[in-house]
T-cell receptor, first 116, second 112 residues
């Protein structure tokens, strides 16, 4: 049973370049989350979707960040232009129905982004 | 707004020592509580969760946590740690919404 799949696993890019991170949630899960993990700020929720619709993007740091979910099996998080302070591990996660229904959120293995 | 505090940022123990990691949350209503573990270089995995019922929750690998509503706490415990428990531990709260909010994490190092 495949879990949440993220790509790329590692990316090193130059400042100013566009970065696109990809996520395939667990089949049947109708919630998808993007988190960012840094040493300074820990694990922050950036945005989440329900049935492909963005519900809360209040955690997106600024306009350089955007996320889309064109269908139930694919989401992207894009940073344009990238900056060194965007260096972090970006996790995608998915869950079945609402968390309030005693379900569990499952994480992908993360995309390690370094902007130089 | 929901928030989660983990006051122990870095804990160092010897094998066989007992462990307790603190977690406090700020939300007055009904909550769901979670502990996740992140082994070095890996993704987050669920250790245990509390939704309702018995406030003492048992999870994988011998971990347990106790929900004390009056103290807004959900501390993680293990009577005897092993070197393989070296990891980062995250407490998280979901206050009956779709969001799961994480604490800043506690890094545990266990020495043989």
């Amino acid at each position: 049973d495949a879990g949440v799949i993220q790509s790329p696993r590692h990316e090193v890019t130059e400042m100013g370049q566009e970065v696109t991170l990809r996520c395939k949630p667990i089949s049947g899960h109708d919630y998808l989350f993007w988190y960012r993990q840094t040493m300074m700020r820990g694990l922050e929720l950036l945005i989440y979707f329900n049935n492909n619709v963005p519900i809360d993007d209040s955690g997106m740091p600024e306009d350089r960040f955007s996320a889309k979910m064109p269908n139930a099996s694919f989401s992207t998080l894009k940073i344009q232009p990238s900056e060194p302070r965007d260096s972090a591990v970006y996790f995608c996660a998915s869950s079945l129905a609402l968390l309030a229904g005693a379900n569990t959120i499952y994480f992908g293995e993360g995309s390690w982004l370094t902007v130089v | 707004a929901q928030s989660v505090s983990q006051h122990n940022h870095h804990v160092i123990l010897s094998e066989a020592a007992s462990l307790e990691l603190g977690c406090n949350y700020s939300y007055g209503g009904t909550v769901n509580l979670f502990w996740y573990v992140q082994y070095p270089g890996q993704h987050l995995q669920l250790l245990l969760k509390y939704f309702s019922g018995d406030p003492l929750v048992k999870g994988i690998k011998g971990f347990e946590a106790e929900f004390i509503k009056s103290k807004f706490s959900f501390n993680l415990r293990k009577p005897s740690v092993q070197w393989s428990d070296t990891a980062e531990y995250f407490c998280a709260v979901n206050a009956r919404t779709d969001k799961l909010i994480f604490g800043t994490g506690t890094r545990l190092q266990v020495f043989p």
